[in-house]
C-alpha cells in the first residue's frame, strides 16, 4: 500500500471503450458510473474478518489436515491421544497468523483513510471548497498549489505560469527527478484564476478509456463550439508533484482505481517461497505414506482379532456389534492420530519463528545501515528469508538504483590538453576521489560552492585568457536549453531538461561563464565578471538521430559563431580538414575517457558568414513552415550549417553510480547470478552504464542490439545473435525436446561460446515479448551474460520478469527505487526497494530495502545464503527427528496386537517437539552458519548450491526417511533386546512395559541430540545451553512426572510411578543407550567421511580452508578503482528529448524575468547558493533544484512514508 494506493485489489467492473464527461456537471458525470477518487486497498472489515481469514488459513493443506486430526481425536472410539495435545498449537497457529494479518489490514485502512482524507480545493457551486480526496468525482474542476500532489488525473486548465506551464516532478511515477513542462491549451489558459470564468466553463472532453500508457493519451475538447485535440503534454497524472508553479486548475479525467498510476499498480500476489511450494507437496506425500502405514496395520489388526482376539474375549469383552472388520476399521483411525506426529504442527511454528529470527538479523546488520541517510536495512515480510539464498536473476532498474542520478563534470579535453587529473608534488597523478586540494572558486562570486575540480591547471588557463578554454566554456554556457531563475541576485537555479545539461552550465558557471537567464531571442551571460547579452538566432533542435545541437549566435560585437555539441563520431564527420592533428590528440583523451566509463561530448563551433546566414535563415523559415517533408528539410538545412566546423575539444561526464556497484555486480556474478537492467532511459544511456558497473565489459565476444521496428526484423536479428552464440545449434531448435526441459514447458540451461550482452529496446521488446516470439527471446537472452532492455514500460518489466518466471526454473528478484518499478517488484519472486531519492513507493511494495544497491550482496551471499542454509538444516533434522519418533511406533505395533498402544509415555508425546528437542533445533536454525561472512564474500561461489537445491529437495528429503527408518530399527529393536529376559542386578524383571518405553524414549532424546550436534556447523554459548539444557530437562520432568507426589495428586495423568528411579539405575540401561546412539550416527559419521574424502563440495572445501586459516582469518580484498583500458567510445553524455530547442525559441518554456545585474564587474554578492546537492565526493547537477534526500518545508508527510509494507501472512 502507498500513498497513491498502489496495490490495487480489485479490477474494473466493466470494460470501458471512451470516456465522455462535461466539466462542473455531476449529474450528468454520475450516469456514466466513473469510480469515485476514492481508494481501497484493505481486504476485510469488522464482520468479514473472522470468517474470510479463517478460510484463507484452512486453504493451506497442513491447517486443514490437523483440523481433520483434531476432530479424530474427539471421538473417543478411536482416539489413544488427548485433545489437547493438537487443539493447543493449531489454536496458537491460527492466531498468530490472523493477528498478523489482523494488524496488515489495520494499517491498510489507516493508509487508506490517510489518503481519501487528504484536502484538496474543489470548485463547487462557483466557490473553492476544501474536500477530501475521496470526495472528489470525476468532471470536476480543482485547484492545486505548489508542492501539492496531483489528486487524480486532470487535464490542466491554466496556471499562474507564463503562457499557462506548470512544472511536475515524476519521481513517484517514472523515477526520474527531472522537472517535466506541461502547458494547458490556449483557450483554457485564458481562463486563469477567474473563479466566475471557472465555474462557466462547460467544455466535454471525450478520451480514451483508463489505461495504463504513461506516455500517450489521446483525446479531444468540445468547447464553445470549437474542437481541440488533447495530449499527454496537457494532462497531470497522479502520483507527480507541482513544483515551482504557485498554483493550476484541472479537470478530473479519471479518478482513484482508474487513474493511470493505479492502473500500473501490477497484481498483489501472495508470494511463498519454493521450499513452502515444495513442502506442500511432501505433506500430501507424507500424508499418503501415514495413509499407507495405518492401512497396514489395520490389515494386521483384522488378522490379529481374527486368528487371537478370540483369546481374550474372556477378560477383555467386546461391545456387543464390533466384529474384527470393524475393529480394523477403528484401529486404522487410531494409527492417523498416532502416527500423525510425522508432520506435526510445532514444524510451522518454527519454521515462523526462525524466519522471524532471521528478519531481525537482517534489520540489526548495521553493516547494512546507510549512515547519511539513517536508513537501516528492512526486512519487510518475514515470509521469503530463505528465498534469499536461491535467487538465479536479478532484475534492476538504472536510475537511482544504479546510479545516483547526478551528473559530475568531471574531466575535458581543450585544443588537445587533458584536464581533470590531480597531481601531487612529485607529478604524479592522483585519483581525484583520494585527494584532497580541490580548485578554490572564491575568485567566481556566482560560482557554485557544491560543485569541485582538481585540477588547477584548467582555472589557470581561464585567468590567463587562454582563447580556446574561454570559446570552449562559452560553448557551454550558450548551447544548451538549460532554464536560469534568479529569485534573489547572485542566488541561481538551474533547470535543466536533463543532469547532463544540468553539469555542463553548471561547470561553465564555475569557471567564470555564468548562464544568468534567456529570453526566446536572446541568452544572457557573465563572462569573467562581464555582462554580456547575445542574440539567439536559432537552435538546431537534439534528435536521436542527428545525436547532436547548435545554436546560432550573435555576439553584442556583431559577429555570428554556431555552436555544436554532440557525440564525438558524429561531429568528427563534420569537422574542418584542419583538424586533423587536432582530432587525432582528442581521439586519445576520448578513449581514456571511456576507458574510465565516462560519457563523453565533442564540441566544435565555427564563425558564420552574415549574407550567407541570412539567405540560410530564409530558408530555414520556408522548411519550418512547410506542410510537406518539414522535418526532412529541416534536416538538410542543419546538415548544410553544420560543416567545416573547428574542434574545441571534449567534455567527460560521470554518471556517478553508486558506491559499491561495479564491486557488487562482480561479486554477483561470480555467484552465478545474472542481472538484467530494465529501465526507461534510452540506449546509449543505458550501455554506457552497463559499462561503467562491469555488467557490459570489452572482454565479451559481441554485444548483440536488438532495435527491430518490425516483428520480422526482431525475430531475425534474435536468431542471428543465436547463431553467433551458439553456431552448432540446429535449424529450429527453439522448439525441439533439446531447448525445452522435462516438463515440457520450462527452458533449459544453455552455455553460450563465449561470453556475450544483449541490448534491447523497448519498441522490439514489445515484439519479442509477443507469444509467437517470446521463447525465442527469453532463450537469446539467458543465453548472454548480461541483458540491457531500453526504453521499457513498467508493464513491460513485469512481463519481462514473469517471461523469466513462467519458463526457467529459477528464483528471480527485482529491484528497483521508483513507482515505475512497482509492477516489476511485485512480479518477481523477490522484491526489494531502494528507499532513495525517488520516493518511497518501491519500498514500500517491497519484500526487503535498504538505501544502496551494494548492499544487495550482503543481503543474498550472507543473509540469504545463512538463511536457506539454516531452513534446509532444520527441515532435514526435523523430518528425521520426527520420523525417526513415529517409526518406533509402527514397529511396536507389530508386539502390541496392532492395538494402538502407543510406545512412550503419553507425556513425553506432548513434550518431545514441544520441550525436549525444540530449543536445539532453533538454536541451530538461528545460529549456525558454515562459514562467517568474510569468508562468504570471499568464495561468493558458496552461494550457488542454494540455486540448485542442493541443500533440501525431494531427493534429500528421501535419504532422510531412509535414515529416520534405519535410526527407528535401532531405536526399537535393541532396547527390545537389551530389555528380553533380562532381570535386574536385584534378581527382579526389567522388562515390563513402562520400563521399555522409558528407556526407548531415552535413547531416542539422546540419538537426536547427537545427530544436532553433526548437523550443527557453528558452536555457540546459546546452542550449547540448549542442547545440553534440553537433556537436563527432560530428566528434571522425566523423574518429577514418575515421582509418587505425582502419582498422589493425579493417578490416571501418571500412571508411570517409579519408573525413572527404578530403570535409570541399572548400568545395562546406560550401556543400552550408549549402543544405541552410536549405531544410530556410525552410518551418517562414515557417509560423511567418505563423501568429504572423495567427492568434496565446495562448502567442505572452503570450510577445510576456514580450519587451515582459523586463527589468521583473511583480510577482506581491498576495494580499489575499476579502470578499463578500452578503445570503445564511451556513451555521449546527451540524455535529451527531442523538441526543447522549439520550445525555448518560442518562448513558451520562460518564467518569470531573473533579476540581472548589469554593473560591469562582479556583483558585490556572497557565494551562490545553486539548487544543487552535494553527493558524494563532488557536487552534481540535481535536475529537481533542490536537496535530493531533504522534504519540501512545510509540507505534511505523506503515507508514503507513514505506511509499513503488507507482510505476507505465514503459511
Same mark, same amino acid.
Not at 488 to 510: H, I, K, M, W
Not at 921 to 936: E, H, P, R
Given at each position: 500500500?502507498?500513498?497513491f ?22 449529474e450528468?458525470?454520475r ?11 484493505s481486504?476485510y472489515?469488522?464482520f468479514?474478518f ?8 484452512f486453504?493451506r493443506i ?7 486430526l483434531?476432530v479424530?481425536?474427539?471421538i473417543p472410539q ?9 487443539v ?5 497457529v491460527?492466531?498468530?497468523?490472523a ?5 496488515d489490514?489495520?494499517?491498510?485502512h489507516?493508509?487508506d483513510k490517510r ?17 477530501k480526496w ?5 468532471g470536476d ?7 501539492q500532489?496531483?489528486?487524480a488525473d486532470?487535464?490542466?486548465l491554466s ?5 499557462n506551464?506548470?512544472y511536475?516532478?515524476?519521481?513517484e ?15 483554457t ?9 471557472l465555474?462557466d466553463?462547460?467544455g466535454?472532453v471525450?478520451?480514451e ?16 463550439g ?6 499527454n503534454?496537457k494532462?497531470?497524472l497522479?502520483?507527480c508533484?507541482?513544483?515551482?508553479t504557485?498554483?493550476?486548475f ?6 482513484g ?9 501490477g497484481k ?20 499418503g ?7 497396514i496395520l489395520?490389515i494386521?489388526n483384522?488378522?490379529w ?6 483369546n ?6 467386546r461391545?456387543?456389534?464390533?466384529s ?6 477403528l ?6 492420530i498416532?502416527l ?6 510445532s514444524?510451522y ?5 526462525i ?23 528492512e526486512?519487510r ?7 534469499l539464498g ?8 538504472k536510475?537511482?538504483?544504479?546510479t ?17 587529473d590531480?597531481y601531487?608534488?612529485t607529478?604524479?597523478?592522483q585519483d581525484?576521489?583520494e ?7 572564491s575568485?567566481?562570486?556566482l ?17 590567463l585568457?587562454?582563447?580556446?578554454v574561454?570559446?570552449f ?6 548551447c544548451h536549453?538549460?532554464?536560469a ?6 542566488e541561481?537555479?538551474?533547470q535543466a531538461q ?11 558557471r ?16 557573465m563572462e ?5 547579452n547575445y542574440e539567439l538566432?536559432?537552435?538546431?533542435d537534439f534528435?536521436?538521430?542527428r545525436k547532436r545541437?547548435?545554436?546560432i ?5 556583431g559577429?555570428l559563431?554556431?555552436y555544436?555539441?554532440g557525440?564525438?563520431?558524429i ?14 590528440v582528442?581521439?586519445?583523451?576520448l578513449?581514456e575517457?571511456?576507458?574510465e566509463?565516462l560519457r563523453?561530448?565533442?564540441l ?5 558568414d ?18 510537406e ?10 546538415e548544410?550549417?553544420e560543416?567545416?566546423?573547428?574542434l574545441?575539444?571534449a ?6 553510480l553508486q ?7 562482480e561479486?554477483?556474478a561470480?555467484?552465478?547470478i545474472?542481472i538484467?537492467v530494465?529501465?526507461?532511459?534510452k540506449?546509449?544511456?543505458? $550501455?554506457n552504464?552497463?559499462? *561503467?558497473? #562491469? !555488467?557490459?565489459? @570489452? /572482454? =565479451?565476444? %559481441? ?6 521496428h518490425?516483428p520480422?526484423?526482431?525475430r531475425l536479428?534474435l536468431?542471428?545473435?543465436q ?10 531448435s527453439?522448439l525441439?525436446? $533439446?531447448?525445452?526441459g522435462? *516438463?515440457? #514447458? !520450462?527452458v533449459? @540451461? /544453455? =552455455?553460450? %561460446?563465449?561470453?556475450?550482452g ?21 532463450r537469446t ?9 531500453c526504453?521499457?514500460t ?12 513462467k519458463?526457467?526454473?529459477a528464483?528471480t ?9 512497482v509492477?516489476?517488484?511485485k512480479?518477481?519472486h ?7 531519492q525517488e ?5 514500500l ?10 548492499f544487495?550482496?550482503r543481503?543474498?551471499?550472507v543473509?540469504?545464503?545463512w538463511?536457506y542454509l539454516?531452513?534446509?538444516k532444520?527441515l532435514r ?9 513415529t517409526?518406533v ?6 508386539f502390541c496386537?496392532?492395538s494402538?498402544q502407543?510406545?512412550y ?8 517437539n ?23 564474500f570471499?568464495?561468493p ?25 534405519y ?8 532396547p527390545?533386546?537389551?530389555?528380553h ?9 526389567a ?6 518405553a522409558l ?14 550436534g553433526?548437523?550443527?556447523?557453528y558452536?555457540?554459548?546459546v546452542?550449547?545451553?540448549f ?6 530437562m527432560?530428566?528434571v520432568v ?10 498422589l ?9 517409579g519408573t ?10 546406560w550401556?543400552?543407550i550408549i ?8 552410518p ?5 567421511f567418505?563423501?568429504i574424502q ?15 586459516a582459523r ?6 580484498p ?8 578500452s578503445?570503445?567510445?564511451?556513451g555521449y553524455a ?10 525555448v525559441?518560442?518562448g513558451r ?10 554593473s560591469?564587474?562582479?556583483?558585490p ?8 546537492s552535494p553527493?558524494g ?7 529537481t ?9 512545510d509540507?505534511?508527510?505523506?503515507s508514503?512514508q507513514?505506511?509499513r ?7
Amino acid at each position: 500500500m502507498s500513498f497513491f494506493g498502489l496495490d490495487c485489489f480489485t479490477e474494473p467492473e466493466r470494460a470501458e471503450l471512451e470516456r465522455k464527461l462535461r466539466a462542473n456537471d455531476r449529474e450528468y458525470n454520475r450516469s456514466f458510473k466513473y469510480a469515485t477518487n476514492a481508494i481501497k486497498t484493505s481486504k476485510y472489515n469488522l464482520f468479514t474478518f473472522l470468517p474470510l481469514n479463517l478460510f484463507e488459513q484452512f486453504q493451506r493443506i497442513a491447517n486443514a489436515y490437523f483440523l481433520v486430526l483434531l476432530v479424530l481425536q474427539l471421538i473417543p472410539q478411536i482416539s489413544s491421544l488427548s485433545w489437547f495435545t493438537t487443539v493447543v498449537p493449531l489454536v496458537l497457529v491460527l492466531s498468530v497468523t490472523a493477528a498478523k494479518d489482523a494488524t496488515d489490514d489495520i494499517n491498510r485502512h489507516r493508509s487508506d483513510k490517510r489518503v481519501n482524507n487528504r484536502k484538496v480545493q474543489v470548485l463547487i457551486d462557483r466557490k473553492l471548497r476544501s474536500e477530501k480526496w475521496m470526495d472528489v468525482q470525476v468532471g470536476d474542476i480543482i485547484k492545486l498549489e505548489n508542492n501539492q500532489f496531483v489528486t487524480a488525473d486532470l487535464l490542466l486548465l491554466s496556471s499562474s505560469e507564463p503562457l499557462n506551464l506548470v512544472y511536475i516532478e515524476t519521481a513517484e511515477l517514472d523515477g526520474e527527478t527531472n522537472l517535466k513542462v506541461k502547458q494547458a491549451l490556449p483557450v483554457t489558459g485564458d481562463l486563469g484564476d477567474d473563479i466566475e470564468k471557472l465555474a462557466d466553463f462547460n467544455g466535454e472532453v471525450r478520451c480514451e478509456p483508463p489505461n495504463n500508457r504513461l506516455d500517450r493519451f489521446s483525446g479531444t475538447l468540445t468547447f464553445a463550439g470549437q474542437k481541440y485535440p488533447l495530449d499527454n503534454e496537457k494532462i497531470l497524472l497522479r502520483g507527480c508533484t507541482l513544483r515551482n508553479t504557485d498554483w493550476c486548475f484541472g479537470l478530473v479525467l479519471f479518478g482513484g482505481q482508474e487513474t493511470k498510476l493505479m492502473q500500473n499498480c501490477g497484481k498483489t500476489t501472495f508470494k511463498r517461497t519454493s521450499i513452502d511450494r515444495l513442502m506442500n507437496v511432501l505433506v500430501l506425500c507424507i500424508f499418503g505414506f501415514l495413509v499407507f502405514m495405518c492401512t497396514i496395520l489395520a490389515i494386521g489388526n483384522y488378522i490379529w482379532e481374527k486368528n487371537n482376539g478370540s483369546n481374550f474375549t474372556v477378560f477383555l469383552p467386546r461391545e456387543d456389534g464390533n466384529s474384527e472388520a470393524f475393529s480394523a476399521f477403528l484401529t486404522f483411525w487410531s494409527y492417523i492420530i498416532i502416527l500423525n506426529t510425522v508432520v506435526p504442527i510445532s514444524l510451522y511454528v518454527s519454521v515462523e519463528i526462525i524466519r522471524l529470527g532471521n528478519s531481525f538479523y537482517i534489520d540489526w546488520d548495521r553493516k547494512m545501515y546507510h549512515s547519511s541517510s539513517d536508513t537501516p536495512a528492512e526486512a519487510r515480510t518475514t515470509t521469503l528469508n530463505e528465498e534469499l539464498g536461491q535467487i538465479k536473476y536479478i532484475f534492476s532498474d538504472k536510475t537511482g538504483t544504479l546510479t545516483q542520478n547526478i551528473m559530475i563534470f568531471n574531466k575535458c579535453s581543450i585544443n588537445g590538453k587533458s584536464y581533470g587529473d590531480a597531481y601531487d608534488y612529485t607529478s604524479q597523478r592522483q585519483d581525484n576521489s583520494e585527494h584532497k586540494d580541490p580548485v578554490d572558486f572564491s575568485f567566481n562570486p556566482l560560482a557554485d560552492p557544491r560543485f569541485v575540480f582538481y585540477d588547477h591547471s584548467l582555472v589557470e588557463a581561464v585567468k590567463l585568457d587562454n582563447p580556446e578554454v574561454h570559446t570552449f566554456f562559452r560553448l557551454l554556457a550558450l548551447c544548451h536549453t538549460v532554464m536560469a531563475e534568479e529569485k534573489q541576485e547572485g542566488e541561481l537555479f538551474y533547470q535543466a531538461q536533463s543532469p547532463d545539461e544540468g553539469a555542463l552550465v553548471t561547470a561553465a558557471r564555475n569557471f567564470g561563464f555564468v548562464f544568468r537567464s534567456r529570453t526566446p531571442e536572446s541568452i544572457s551571460i557573465m563572462e569573467m565578471g562581464n555582462q554580456r547579452n547575445y542574440e539567439l538566432l536559432a537552435i538546431l533542435d537534439f534528435n536521436n538521430v542527428r545525436k547532436r545541437m547548435s545554436v546560432i549566435v550573435r555576439s553584442p560585437e556583431g559577429k555570428l559563431s554556431l555552436y555544436c555539441k554532440g557525440a564525438d563520431t558524429i561531429i568528427y564527420e563534420r569537422l574542418d580538414q584542419s583538424c586533423s592533428k587536432l582530432m587525432d590528440v582528442t581521439t586519445e583523451h576520448l578513449n581514456e575517457f571511456a576507458g574510465e566509463g565516462l560519457r563523453t561530448l565533442a564540441l566544435a563551433y565555427k564563425d558564420l558568414d552574415e549574407g550567407y546566414f541570412s539567405q540560410w535563415k530564409q530558408r530555414h523559415h520556408e522548411a519550418s513552415t512547410s506542410l510537406e517533408d518539414k522535418d526532412t528539410k529541416l534536416d538538410k538545412l542543419y546538415e548544410e550549417i553544420e560543416k567545416d566546423l573547428l574542434l574545441l575539444g571534449a567534455t567527460a561526464i560521470e554518471d556517478k553510480l553508486q558506491d559499491g556497484v561495479p564491486q557488487t555486480i562482480e561479486q554477483l556474478a561470480k555467484a552465478d547470478i545474472k542481472i538484467w537492467v530494465l529501465t526507461g532511459d534510452k540506449q546509449e544511456t543505458a $550501455e554506457n552504464i552497463g559499462y *561503467s558497473c #562491469n !555488467l557490459l565489459q @570489452e /572482454e =565479451m565476444n %559481441d554485444i548483440f542490439i536488438v532495435s527491430g521496428h518490425s516483428p520480422e526484423e526482431v525475430r531475425l536479428e534474435l536468431r542471428n545473435a543465436q547463431n553467433t552464440m551458439k553456431p552448432q545449434r540446429e535449424a529450429n531448435s527453439l522448439l525441439s525436446p $533439446e531447448a525445452m526441459g522435462k *516438463s515440457g #514447458n !520450462l527452458v533449459e @540451461e /544453455e =552455455m553460450a %561460446d563465449g561470453e556475450y550482452g544483449l541490448v534491447i529496446n523497448g519498441h522490439s521488446l514489445a515484439y519479442a515479448l509477443e507469444s509467437s516470439m517470446e521463447l525465442e527471446f527469453l532463450r537469446t537472452a539467458c543465453l548472454c551474460k548480461a541483458v540491457i532492455c531500453c526504453r521499457v514500460t513498467p508493464l513491460q518489466k513485469a512481463q519481462v520478469v514473469e517471461l523469466v518466471k513462467k519458463y526457467k526454473k529459477a528464483v528471480t528478484l527485482a529491484i528497483g527505487d521508483g513507482a515505475n518499478d512497482v509492477s516489476m517488484i511485485k512480479a518477481a519472486h523477490i522484491g526489494v526497494g531502494i528507499s532513495g531519492q525517488e520516493g518511497m513507493q518501491a519500498v514500500l511494495s517491497s519484500d526487503y530495502s535498504f538505501a544502496q544497491f551494494r548492499f544487495l550482496q550482503r543481503l543474498l551471499l550472507v543473509h540469504g545464503r545463512w538463511s536457506y542454509l539454516r531452513m534446509c538444516k532444520f527441515l532435514r533434522y526435523f523430518f528425521y527427528k520426527n520420523f525417526t519418533f513415529t517409526f518406533v511406533h509402527f514397529w511396536f505395533a507389530f508386539f502390541c496386537g496392532f492395538s494402538a498402544q502407543t510406545v512412550y509415555d503419553e507425556w513425553f508425546i506432548t513434550l518431545y517437539n514441544l520441550m525436549y528437542t525444540a530449543l536445539p533445533v532453533l538454536g541451530m536454525s538461528l545460529f549456525d552458519q558454515d562459514v562467517n561472512d568474510v569468508w562468504s564474500f570471499q568464495h561468493p561461489q558458496l552461494y550457488i548450491p542454494g540455486q540448485l537445491n542442493l541443500y533440501f529437495s525431494k531427493k534429500a528429503f528421501f535419504k532422510c526417511a531412509i535414515h529416520s527408518c534405519y535410526s527407528s530399527l535401532v531405536l526399537f529393536f535393541i532396547p527390545y533386546a537389551a530389555l528380553h529376559d533380562t532381570l535386574r542386578e536385584d534378581g527382579k524383571d526389567a522388562a515390563d512395559y513402562q520400563s521399555f518405553a522409558l528407556l526407548t524414549q531415552t535413547c531416542l532424546l539422546f540419538a537426536v541430540s547427537i545427530q544436532l550436534g553433526l548437523e550443527m556447523s557453528y558452536w555457540t554459548a546459546v546452542n550449547t545451553f540448549f542442547v545440553l539444557g534440553s537433556l537436563a530437562m527432560y530428566f528434571v520432568v522425566t523423574f518429577t512426572m514418575y515421582s509418587n507426589g505425582m502419582f498422589l495428586i493425579l493417578p490416571a495423568a501418571f500412571p508411570f510411578i517409579g519408573t525413572a528411579r527404578n530403570s535409570l539405575n541399572q548400568p545395562n540401561v546406560w550401556l543400552t543407550i550408549i549402543l544405541t546412539s552410536i549405531l544410530c550416527v556410525l552410518p551418517v559419521v562414515t557417509y560423511r567421511f567418505l563423501l568429504i574424502q572423495l567427492c568434496p563440495t565446495i562448502n567442505d572445501k572452503v570450510m577445510y580452508k576456514v580450519r587451515q586459516a582459523r586463527a589468521t582469518p583473511p583480510p577482506p580484498p581491498r576495494r580499489t578503482r575499476i579502470r578499463r583500458t578500452s578503445s570503445r567510445r564511451s556513451g555521449y553524455a546527451f540524455s535529451h528529448t527531442q523538441g526543447y530547442g522549439d520550445l525555448v525559441t518560442s518562448g513558451r518554456f520562460l518564467r518569470r524575468p531573473a533579476v540581472v545585474s548589469w554593473s560591469p564587474g562582479f556583483p558585490p554578492v556572497g557565494r551562490a547558493t545553486s539548487g544543487f546537492s552535494p553527493m558524494g565526493r563532488s557536487a552534481g547537477y540535481s535536475p529537481t533544484g533542490r536537496p535530493q534526500s531533504s522534504k519540501v518545508p512545510d509540507v505534511e508527510a505523506t503515507s508514503l512514508q507513514m505506511y509499513r509494507a503488507i507482510k505476507d501472512p505465514p503459511l
